[in-house]
């Protein structure tokens, strides 16, 4: 009979903290080994200060994911502790984790920002040396050590962009669910961010030591809101049947794990045969959930159909290592209908932590089998190993040349390109910045090629700025280790940059040059999309003396977290700080005051509403002549703003008439200038004969785009940014363009001086119109208050009821129009203690049932609403939002929010 993996991983016995018969005949209990060496000890070599560079194939880069309570950094505690990294278990209600070390965190019980760590899985321990692992042909992956780099993530939905840049460097990740609340809403926004930059995951199903745990109706809940295939490696142990939860059985390995009181670390094992005599009913489920895996492998891998023929057609002789390998397979490869590994436990009880670091170290991919990033290079995209072969420079090199060296030779380009590739020693993404209070700001970085050095120059390919790297370090949480690289495939932290923010590509190129040649300058990773904030607070200094502060307070915060915006009102001159939520703010407020130590005050929370035009404005013609930076400018343009209705394409102009049509932030800017002649040169680029010397077409685009956003950012009436509005710019060079006086920020000038004279038109004619975020608001309640909620929603806030549970999963449908919805009755799922005989779903009472309702509501009936929906649910409802569009207010509801805002200033 085969062991379990994580209890043979190791080679001497006696060190592993679960250590059991190898053989697996006599399960007995074991308790924990004496002493455990440092997790640097085994990983550095402290005296030469240097990364002991593991094998890639030995490295996974994984993040928790979950919704928010699912138990991930009480997983994550364990994980630690079971690695040998810690000495005792934290607990998240003590404020004692090691990943939840900011104050904010502790206080609150939540995972604000993510926190990296390094720990090796299984352990390593005193006396296996830095060799390289050697595994038997044999044995599982996780039957040596690896080196794991984990991402405990927020869960909260104000925190989504922080899930966001963690999930793009990340291999793998551990979707963890809540037992109880199956697949909740948060869980299907994380799980279908992660399908966007393809991450293979798996599912760990947590807390089924609680009341009303339902581990059946969980499996079932991901085929059908998660759209994926459940293979259930394995199922609860309930004693008895239907008593307390105290262990798991192990679907892959054929035996069971009973954990016995205390640490997690004493584990009784049992084989299929002793579990038939003394637990007759779970060796039988055992039995049919081996079957139903192994059927649903063979549907997805032809290596499984082999194996299951080379061994009788008998499903449960096919051995364990084949089915991982099929596991694996099936979790890599790219398919239209994801199979996704399920696994059991319950992280507070201890239960189940050391399997699922087997499934992370089995299961998900080395950095070497992901799919490659994307990268843009001179307008070129493509992937990153394109890139490094020299293929991608080639294509570049070869789009990018004049018509003279487009003689050149090919084979001659090719080389070039070899030759810079050459050059390039490292490329790494920054995905995140935090300021330490002890060691200055920390640039966490995951290195994709080559190696990141100490005291070389790496190149901000996103700001065009060279800056040196005096210190590198390996984080553990807010613990770090002096290191003198970053490999390739790890993940590390840079301290003394003072310029890089959240998202830029750094790159290091031979012999320390400050500037890598073209068009390797050019190169970015793959950038994030920021959404757009609704919230905002006013910020003012005590004094003027502390102005200065402030700024450089908020600018380190917006490096930190670049869903922030900070903006400054023209007429009061005040400070505003956007976000994306009410305690996405109230944190920010913490870490400005508390952390930052900037002397000011804030605001309360207010909403970002929106103006729009309600009809057409007349042509204005506005002249700009002034003096700028010291040099004469004068411009002139036209402009006209009209409403502006995405849906509505009747009235977008022609695109060959107009120079540009932008749409941005709900505007539209056209650009005309029908005398301009226009011609497209040999390189590609538009010029015309009427510009000035030095002004060519795009710098005449770009500086009129910026100066009609400038305008809108003010509308005429209520203040607010324009939404919904068009606005038509006319050059006409024989009357607005004045010889080299029309310099670009000239340009800039008059056309927001004609949008702005244009917007002031509109309340005498048109008028102006406020508009409202509203949110695409997404519920969890139990069944006993659904109609408490609903009635609430639909009456007192003004909202309207989208639906009700799975009707709302058209998410899912969205991401893959052509796959069926997978039917959840078809899946396998091992029965639940409680459920009903019919196969339902239903547990104890159906009044603890969990609906799901989707509703659209307006942002400022949703402020402060959690505390008004626990009251309505006995604490147990939960919502996420999200930004669906902004709305035309009533005329009514326009007066009463105007209303209150002039009665907050006064």
Request: hydrophobic share 35%; proline share 7%; net charge negative.
């Amino acid at each position: 009979m085969v062991a379990a993996p994580f209890l043979r991983a190791h080679q001497a016995a006696r060190h592993h903290p679960l250590s059991i018969n190898r053989l697996g005949l006599n399960p007995h209990v074991v308790k924990s080994p004496r002493k455990l060496r440092a997790p640097w000890s085994s990983g550095f070599s402290t005296s030469a200060l240097r990364w002991q560079a593991d094998s890639l194939d030995h490295t996974r880069n994984i993040g928790i994911i979950a919704h928010i309570d699912a138990g991930k950094t009480t997983t994550t505690e364990r994980m630690l502790y079971y690695s040998g990294f810690t000495r005792r278990i934290g607990d998240v209600d003590e404020g004692s984790t090691v990943t939840d070390f900011l104050p904010a965190e502790r206080a609150r019980g939540i995972t604000i920002q993510s926190a990296a760590i390094t720990f090796h899985w299984p352990p390593q321990f005193a006396g296996d040396g830095n060799a390289t692992p050697q595994q038997e042909p044999q044995a599982p992956r996780s039957a040596v050590s690896h080196t794991v780099n984990l991402i405990d993530t927020p869960g909260h939905a104000d925190f989504t962009f922080e899930v966001l840049r963690s999930l793009r460097i990340l291999d793998g990740a551990v979707c963890i669910l809540d037992g109880v609340a199956g697949v909740e809403a948060q869980t299907e926004q994380v799980w279908h961010q992660a399908s966007t930059y393809k991450i293979p995951r798996v599912v760990y199903v947590n807390k089924l030591d609680r009341d009303g745990a339902a581990f059946g109706r969980t499996v079932r809940e991901v085929a059908s809101r998660l759209g994926g295939l459940p293979a259930v490696c394995q199922i609860p142990w309930f004693e008895g049947g239907n008593g307390r939860f105290v262990g798991i059985a192990d679907v892959i390995n054929l035996q069971g794990l009973r954990w016995e009181e205390g640490d997690g670390k004493s584990v009784k094992m049992f084989s299929l045969e002793q579990l038939t005599s003394e637990e007759s009913k779970l060796a039988q489920e055992l039995k049919r959930a081996r079957i139903a895996l192994v059927e649903l492998l063979s549907e997805h891998d032809e290596v499984m159909v082999e194996r299951f023929f080379d061994h009788g057609e008998d499903h449960l002789a096919v051995p364990a290592n084949d089915i991982l390998e099929s596991l694996r397979r099936c979790l890599l490869e790219e398919q239209d209908r994801k199979v996704i590994p399920i696994f059991a436990g319950a992280s507070f009880r201890n239960i189940g932590v050391q399997p699922l670091l087997d499934a992370v170290t089995n299961l998900l991919p080395s950095p070497q089998e992901t799919p490659e990033p994307e990268v843009s290079i001179g307008g070129v995209k493509g992937g990153l190993r394109r890139l490094l072969s020299g293929d991608l420079l080639s294509e570049q090199s070869e789009k990018a040349a004049s018509a003279k060296s487009k003689q050149k030779k090919k084979s001659a380009i090719q080389a070039e390109s070899r030759n810079a590739i050459e050059k390039l020693q490292g490329c790494a993404l920054a995905f995140k910045v935090v300021n330490d209070p002890k060691r200055g700001v920390l640039v966490y970085v995951r290195v994709y090629s080559g190696s990141l050095d100490r005291n070389s120059v790496l190149y901000n390919t996103n700001l065009n700025v060279s800056e040196r790297a005096p210190r590198l370090l390996k984080m553990y949480a807010n613990d770090a280790v002096e290191v003198d690289s970053i490999p390739e495939g790890q993940i590390g932290v840079v301290v003394g940059l003072k310029q890089t923010r959240t998202g830029d590509t750094l790159v290091t190129y031979s012999g320390n040059k400050a500037t890598p040649p073209e068009p390797l300058n050019t190169l970015q990773l793959r950038p994030i999309n920021v959404p757009p904030p609704v919230f905002f607070v006013s910020v003012e200094p005590h004094s003027l003396s502390e102005e200065k502060r402030l700024q450089e307070s908020l600018a380190m915060l917006l490096r930190e977290d670049p869903s922030l915006h900070v903006t400054v009102d023209e007429d009061s001159g005040q400070t505003l700080l956007s976000g994306m939520g009410e305690l996405h703010l109230e944190i920010a407020r913490d870490r400005l005051l508390n952390d930052l130590k900037a002397k000011a005050s804030m605001g309360r929370i207010e909403i970002g509403y929106r103006e729009c035009a309600l009809g057409p404005s007349g042509p204005v013609t506005k002249i700009f002549d002034k003096e700028i930076a010291g040099r004469k400018g004068k411009a002139g343009c036209t402009a006209t703003v009209e409403p502006f209705h995405p849906a509505d394409t009747s009235s977008d102009p022609d695109p060959t008439s107009a120079l540009s049509i932008q749409t941005k932030d709900g505007n539209q800017i056209i650009i005309l200038a029908p005398d301009l002649q226009v011609e497209t040169n040999k390189k590609g680029a538009q010029e015309s004969s009427l510009l000035p010397p030095g002004l060519d077409v795009e710098t005449l685009r770009t500086a009129l785009q910026n100066g009609c956003r400038a305008a809108l950012a003010r509308g005429p009436q209520f203040t607010f940014p324009m939404h919904n509005t068009r606005v038509t710019l006319t050059l006409n060079p024989a009357e607005h363009l004045f010889g080299n006086d029309s310099i670009p920020s000239a340009l800039s000038a008059a056309a927001r001086l004609a949008t702005s004279s244009a917007l002031q038109d509109l309340p005498s004619t048109a008028g102006t119109s406020l508009m409202e975020p509203v949110m695409n608001v997404t519920i969890s309640v139990d069944e006993a208050s659904l109609g408490a909620v609903v009635h609430d929603i639909s009456s007192s806030r003004g909202g309207h009821i989208v639906s009700l549970d799975d009707e709302s999963a058209p998410d899912l449908a969205s991401t893959n129009d052509i796959l069926p919805p997978i039917d959840p009755n078809k899946v396998y799922a091992p029965p639940d203690p409680f459920e009903s005989p019919s196969g339902g779903v239903e547990i104890p009472t159906s009044a603890n049932r969990p609906r799901t309702i989707t509703a659209k509501v307006p942002l400022k009936e949703m402020v402060g609403y959690l505390k008004h929906l626990r009251s309505l649910s006995a604490g147990r409802g939960t919502f996420v939002m999200s930004v669906d569009r902004f709305e035309k207010m009533s005329s009514p509801r326009q007066k009463a929010v105007l209303a209150e805002l002039r009665g907050d200033f006064i």
